[in-house]
């Protein structure tokens, strides 16, 4: 069952992870888009704290996770996006409904492996700025659509009972389209252009867990991980079209190469398996460099990223047999970002609070996962736009046993 699953999820995730708009964001119209969290619903829900080394959830973000599995685990997961942007004199609704990730974990005895397909940033917006009534005056709307996904392939080594090691290498690929459309009032004539980048480029992270126990029942769990910089290659076209003109003018197509930093990230935490845990996790991004030719600006600049969050968990009875509601795994986290960016000498923050649930399927260690986000991004401050979110999220995560011979017919 799980493999038809995995077949079906696949098909449908190559299609949608090119056709989605996976933000609503007019901060997207810079860099490479809207960077998009990298993990699954059950950390996302902590925060992002994905610290412990859990054995029935697949664990993206650290690939030293992958040893720790007890079984072979499928999870794919959805979001569905609502925000309210607004500057300091109007405001507007918008919805998006994306796909989340792929991803599927193998045990294999001290080894674990991982592959998936994650999006890893998005471009999504549509800024209309109308001066139709002035005459002479220009009219623009701009819209952009695409983003960046990765497939990935990572193993883990689990060199002690306490002790993984793990490496994922990933290929990066996407495209982003732009178009500006500009008109005079006035003039009959309207001038586009749409700038098309294709996206490519190879990425590698490293990563440690450790645990240890501190008193009894209680451990220490600890997470550390290292992605290398490296180069994303952008081959762009740029198109312009006036109406009335039979043939539109093509641009010599060029090429860019944009920067990926190398990023830390570090967490920690104490907990009790399959009872409770609390934890930390700080996350450092070096300055990149993203900017392609079509999205260039003397008012834009990128600074270091980083994240701070505390999340955790809280299970009832894990073992319940008589109380469902007892085995359900009950989630919380908080967050504080600067995404990397500066728009008119503003730092860019996000700032959000996360709640979710964990469902078990009952006979099974599968479960299904529920989870919600709100927070703000942005600033109303020098003209720019704040974002105040809402994301609700759902994930599956199916978990079965492979390559263990059946000893009876």
């Known amino acids: 069952m799980i493999k038809k699953l995995i077949i079906s999820a696949c098909l449908l995730m190559s299609f949608v992870s090119f056709a989605q708009q996976g933000t609503a964001s007019p901060y997207s119209f810079y860099g490479i888009g809207e960077a998009r969290f990298k993990g699954t619903l059950e950390y996302r829900s902590m925060a992002g704290v994905a610290v412990e080394q859990d054995s029935i959830h697949l664990n993206i973000e650290n690939p030293a996770s992958y040893s720790n599995l007890g079984q072979t685990t499928f999870t794919v997961g959805g979001t569905f996006a609502t925000s309210n942007l607004k500057t300091s004199s109007q405001s507007e609704k918008a ?13 294999m005895g001290k080894l674990g492996a991982s592959f998936g397909l994650i999006p890893v940033s998005s471009v999504g917006y549509k800024i209309l700025n109308d001066n139709t009534g002035t005459e002479g005056a220009t009219s623009a709307q701009l819209d952009g659509k695409g983003g960046v996904n990765k497939v990935y ?3 883990s080594y689990k060199i002690m009972r306490n002790w993984n090691v793990g490496a994922d290498v990933q ?28 996206l490519s480029g190879a990425s590698f992270t490293i990563g440690t867990m450790y645990q240890t126990k501190l008193y009894k029942k209680v451990n220490l769990f600890t997470s550390l991980s290292y992605a290398f910089a490296s180069t994303l290659n952008s081959d762009n076209t740029r198109t312009i079209t ?36 609390i934890g930390t996790s ?9 900017a392609n030719y079509y999205n260039q600006s003397s008012n834009v600049q990128y600074e270091k990223y980083s994240k701070y969050a505390i999340g955790g968990y809280f ?24 995404i990397g ?62 390559f263990v011979k059946s000893k009876f017919n």
């Open 171 to 198: 290929y990066n690929f996407g495209k982003i389209t732009t178009t500006s459309i500009e008109a005079v009032t006035g003039v009959q004539n309207v001038t586009t252009e749409e700038n098309i980048a294709e």
């Open 341 to 402: 960016l500066i728009v008119k000498n503003e730092s860019i923050k996000d700032v959000g609070m996360t709640l979710g649930a964990g469902f078990p399927i009952t006979g099974s260690f599968s479960n299904v996962n529920l989870g919600i986000e709100f927070g703000k991004r942005g600033t109303v401050s020098s003209d720019l736009v704040q974002e105040n979110y809402v994301n609700f999220s759902v994930s599956f995560s199916f978990n079965d046993r492979w």
């Open 282 to 290: 700080m996350v450092f991004q070096g300055e990149g460099q993203y």
């Open 242 to 277: 006036v109406s009335g003109d039979a043939d539109p003018y093509t641009y010599a197509p060029n090429s860019q190469e944009l920067k990926l930093p190398n990023k830390l990230s570090l967490s920690a935490g104490i907990g009790e398996s399959r009872k409770w845990l």
């Open 153 to 155: 392939f990572g193993l």
């Open 95 to 107: 919805q998006r409904t994306t796909f989340d990730y792929l991803a599927l974990g193998i045990p």
């Open 315 to 338: 299970i009832p009875n894990y073992a319940s047999f008589t109380n469902y509601f007892s085995r359900i795994t009950y989630r919380a986290g908080l967050k504080y970002e600067k």
